[in-house]
């Protein structure tokens, strides 16, 4: 018998899974709090990995797909110091192991390849109970319940799934991003785009910084980074747009006025982004007929990997249910047994990561990164 599998969060992971299941002739359905496929922006850009996301997209029959998706130029990257200095410029020749995407699209993508009925849209998560036997209950602003036979909680970093596992929960790493974007900035803002390039740009600092990707259609997308506390965010007014970002700027003065354009001229309002992590090494004993992924297993700061890891979980998920499909049990810990080690890894890997961006030497142990000496 092959079992009928209950997925929590419609994300890139929990579809992934799905998808991978779908390919295996495996039921699923996935429960997801927004009301429709287009009920909001989907994220900016991500750079799938050769080793993890774009491997988790063949076991999901879907490279090809994915690989019409690719905007060509956006691995380019360049470092700049606070007064405008290109201090490395690397252009995209097309040698690159990390094409970039659009996090939308790829959505787009897992959706489309699943049968119609795969996904229940407006279904907020308010509670799950053990109901014994493996057996969980899980229920929905609604008021509706289902009971799941094998429950994945692929709901990010604040899940609903997680406690029947774990008493883990995100905290504050000391570090926020304010983003905003910039459009058809080639016409309308020539200097940013000037500045930023063809992908990437990172201007950093010790504990701050102004990162810029271009995305399609001449889009910028501005991530301002802060380490500061998070009552100091908290008491900058972000439903006043302007007063929010005149505060946001002030922590750059002295930048150039190219880098600092990126911020105030934004064509959307500052969004504060607050960056949490589950604990170093975060795992939790087994449990029958329940599991986790992506976010909601091993929540780490931006490194790049966060999708890409997400996307692998369900990947590996699915072809563990696939090889055992009369033992769930038995799918479930091989599938955890590489998980932890993988998801220890990682964090352990951004966290490096984010010492190098904010850390004492930044910009310097950036490039040191990119030309091989960190």
Request: glycine share 12%; with cysteine; hydrophobic share 40%.
């Amino acid at each position: 018998m092959t079992p009928d599998v209950t997925i929590i969060g419609a994300g890139l992971g929990g579809l992934t899974l799905a998808r991978v299941l779908h390919v295996h002739g495996i039921p699923a359905t996935v429960y997801e709090t927004e009301p429709s496929p287009t009920a909001r922006a989907q994220g900016g850009m991500l750079d799938i990995h050769e080793h993890d996301g774009q491997s988790a997209l063949r076991a999901a029959g879907l490279i090809d797909e994915f690989r019409a998706l690719v905007l060509e130029g956006r691995e380019a990257t360049r470092v700049l110091d606070r007064d405008g200095t290109v201090l490395l410029d690397m252009p995209d020749d097309g040698t690159g192991g990390r094409p970039e995407v659009q996090r939308g699209e790829l959505r787009r993508i897992l959706l489309d390849s699943l049968p119609a009925d795969t996904v229940r849209w407006g279904h907020k998560v308010t509670g799950v109970r053990a109901l014994g036997g493996s057996r969980h209950e899980v229920a929905f602003a609604d008021g509706t319940t289902v009971v799941a036979n094998l429950l994945v909680g692929a709901d990010g970093a604040w899940s609903r799934v997680r406690p029947l596992l774990s008493d883990a929960t995100p905290e504050y790493i000391g570090t926020s991003l304010i983003e905003t974007y910039l459009f058809d900035a080639d016409a309308r803002h020539p200097a940013g785009a000037k500045t930023v390039g063809g992908g990437a740009m990172s201007a950093l600092a010790p504990g701050k910084g102004i990162l810029a990707h271009r995305e399609s259609g001449g889009t910028l997308h501005t991530y301002v980074a802060l380490s500061k506390p998070q009552d100091w965010f908290t008491g900058i007014d972000f439903t006043d747009p302007a007063t929010a970002t005149e505060r946001i700027v002030q922590e750059f003065d002295g930048w150039a006025p190219e880098l600092t354009a990126l911020i105030t001229d934004g064509e959307t309002a500052p969004v504060l982004r607050t960056l949490n992590a589950l604990p170093p090494g975060h795992r939790w004993d087994r449990v029958p007929g329940v599991t986790l992924l992506g976010d909601a297993a091993h929540l780490t700061p931006p490194s790049g990997e966060g999708a890409n890891l997400a996307m692998y979980d369900g990947a590996e998920l699915g072809k563990a249910i696939a090889e055992h499909p009369d033992d769930v049990e038995a799918a479930l810990t091989a599938y955890e047994q590489a998980l932890f080690p993988r998801s220890a890894a990682a964090a352990t890997e951004a966290a490096r990561i984010q010492d190098i961006c904010f850390g004492d030497n930044a910009p310097h142990s950036l490039i040191d990164m990119f030309t091989g000496h960190a």
